[in-house]
T-cell receptor
Framework: GAVVSQHPSWVICKSGTSVKIECRSL??????MFWYRQFPKQSLMLMAT?????????EQGVEKDKFLINHASLTLSTLTVTSAHPEDSSFYIC????????????FGPGTRLTVT | AQSVAQPEDQVNVAEGNPLTVKCTYS??????LFWYVQYPNRGLQFLLK??????LVKGSYGFEAEFNKSQTSFHLKKPSALVSDSALYFC????????????FGKGTRLHILP
């Protein structure tokens, strides 16, 4: 149980275009999902916390107009990288929790974005 | 500020030897503690967690972790390392409040040498 999927697993796009990444909790309902960015050989950087039916909460330094997050249902959150640039190339990972406190996060397999 | 420290960027262990990956935290109250593992080009996998009770927690793949409240540590251990244990390991802390966020350490790369 507690499986999180991401789609696509990898994507290559041209500079200036937008890319949408989907994150789904397959066998549980997640009121809260998280979006992370990971650079090579580095730790996770939390980008935003996504709550179903409300606006996402972005971490300091993350441009909310560039990284659009939508949490339309209890099983789906999307991250759209708008007007992508080469510096947006990264590994994006989503996760979901059953609840706060003692509940662990379940992570998606990640999406490798390359902007040319 | 609340934080999680993994003091070692990399740990090298010979196959068959015991391994320890260190983690200390600075969080008010009594937090919940987690360990995750990440294999190359993959998302993170949950290994184990400490909520309350016995200080020694057993998890997946033969891993265990020891909670030490006085030292605010939660070190990951395994009695006999396998080459397949080579991966990136993250320690994480969830404060006992209504905040949904988990605070992650920067990760420790574990190399098991055959």
């Amino acid at each position: 149980g507690a499986v999180v999927s991401q789609h696509p697993s990898w994507v290559i796009c041209k500079s200036g275009t937008s890319v949408k990444i989907e994150c789904r909790s397959l066998d549980f309902q997640a009121t809260t999902m998280f979006w992370y960015r990971q650079f090579p050989k580095q730790s996770l950087m939390l980008m935003a916390t996504s709550n179903e039916g409300s606006k996402a909460t972005y971490e300091q330094g993350v441009e909310k107009d560039k990284f659009l997050i939508n949490h339309a249902s209890l099983t789906l959150s999307t991250l759209t990288v708008t007007s992508a640039h080469p510096e947006d190339s990264s590994f994006y990972i989503c996760s979901a929790r059953l609840g706060p406190g003692p509940y662990e996060q379940y992570f998606g397999p990640g999406t490798r974005l390359t902007v040319t | 500020a609340q934080s999680v420290a993994q003091p070692e960027d990399q740990v090298n262990v010979a196959e068959g030897n015991p391994l320890t990956v260190k983690c200390t935290y600075s969080v008010s109250g009594n937090p919940y503690l987690f360990w995750y593992v990440q294999y190359p080009n993959r998302g993170l996998q949950f290994l184990l967690k400490y909520i309350t009770g016995d200080n020694l927690v057993k998890g997946s793949y033969g891993f265990e972790a020891e909670f030490n409240k006085s030292q605010t540590s939660f070190h990951l251990k395994k009695p006999s390392a396998l080459v397949s244990d080579s991966a990136l390991y993250f320690c994480a802390v969830s404060p006992q409040n209504r905040d949904d966020k988990i605070i992650f350490g920067k990760g420790t790369r574990l190399h098991i040498l055959p």
